[in-house]
């Protein structure tokens, strides 16, 4: 589970900060590539800060936030591939935790969804409500671990 979690957290906030960045300026400049619109399903995960809240915010602190959530992306890829290094021994304690309500919440908002769709009942509304604490946790999950895998490795 624990593996499972920390992977369910890397791949819905990588890309939410790969992707989403370069097909917002493609899509400033007029060009608009196919498929563009399934990554705004991640886009709930692109943030520390959801979108709701991000207007109470200053945006020289959102966008501070996003440059270094970016940076640890960034270096999660490198030692990831490079020294091989896939689930970060940071990740227990409360990034586990934050990392397990994440993602039975995310499983959960997705069988609602599924359920939704096969029953063709509902809105779609009670699994985006069933999403709303994935949306808080995967993103802090990771930033956290990430954040604490420097203070781990100067030990």
Do not use: D, H, N
């Amino acid at each position: 589970m624990r593996t499972f979690s920390y992977w369910l957290c890397f791949g819905l906030v990588v890309p939410s900060y790969t992707v989403g960045p370069v097909l917002a300026l493609l899509q400033l400049a007029g060009m608009s590539p196919p498929g563009a619109q399934l990554f705004g399903l991640l886009s709930p995960f692109g943030s520390l800060v959801p979108g709701a809240l991000g207007y109470f915010l200053p945006s020289i602190l959102s966008w501070l936030l996003f440059l270094v959530m970016l940076a640890l992306v960034a270096r999660r890829i490198w030692l990831c591939y490079a020294r091989g290094e896939r689930v970060p021994p940071s990740y227990a304690g409360l990034t586990q935790v934050l990392g397990y309500i994440g993602t039975v919440s995310f499983i959960i908002a997705a069988i609602v969804m599924v359920l939704a769709i096969v029953l063709k009942a509902g809105s779609g509304v009670p699994a985006g409500m069933a999403l709303i604490p994935a949306m808080f946790c995967i993103p802090w999950a990771f930033f956290l671990t990430e954040l604490f895998s420097f203070r781990k490795r100067a030990m």
